[in-house]
């Protein structure tokens, strides 16, 4: 329960603080990242400073690549006791991380030779972007 002294929000100063939209915070609740708050009396849902550090910490996690099914399983682990766990859960993030990193080169790779190509050539009418593309020759 909320201290009587503790700051809370409405769902609008709470998505503000964090820098999502009311939406988002409604669609956590749906999928079960963020609790829904009581209600008090009938009055509007009020959140706590709890809230607000779950939201930013899902955020957070966001920023970092986290899936929103990771995020729950950080979640679950949040209270500190399971590193082995969330070790884990970083190092398979990371994998994919280093995965991506060799996929973008490679499309680094090919955009920077179909630049040079389209630079360098002399036919205005056929792009070898293009017709690289057309005849499916980037994957």
């Known amino acids: 329960m909320t201290g009587a002294n503790e700051a809370t929000y409405t769902i609008g100063q709470l998505a503000q603080a964090v820098g999502v939209n009311v939406e988002t915070v409604r669609y956590y609740h749906?999928?079960?990242?963020l609790p829904a708050?009581?209600?008090?009396?009938?009055?509007?849902r009020r959140y706590s400073g709890e809230a607000l550090q779950r939201l930013r910490f899902i955020k957070r996690a966001q920023g970092l690549g986290f899936t929103?099914?990771?995020?729950?399983?950080l979640l679950q682990?949040?209270?500190?006791?399971?590193?082995?766990?969330t070790k884990a859960l970083a190092r398979q993030k990371l994998l994919l991380v280093h995965q991506k990193l060799v996929d973008l080169q490679a499309i680094e790779t090919a955009l920077t030779e179909f630049a040079v190509a389209c630079d360098t050539s002399s036919d205005e009418q056929h792009c070898p972007?293009?017709?690289?593309?057309?005849?499916?020759?980037?994957?």
């Open 30 to 33: 749906r999928i079960g990242v």
């Open 37 to 44: 708050p009581q209600r008090q009396f009938g009055s509007i």
């Open 68 to 73: 929103l099914d990771e995020v729950a399983a």
């Open 77 to 85: 682990l949040a209270d500190g006791t399971h590193c082995a766990e």
């Open 129 to 139: 972007l293009i017709a690289a593309l057309v005849a499916a020759d980037v994957e």
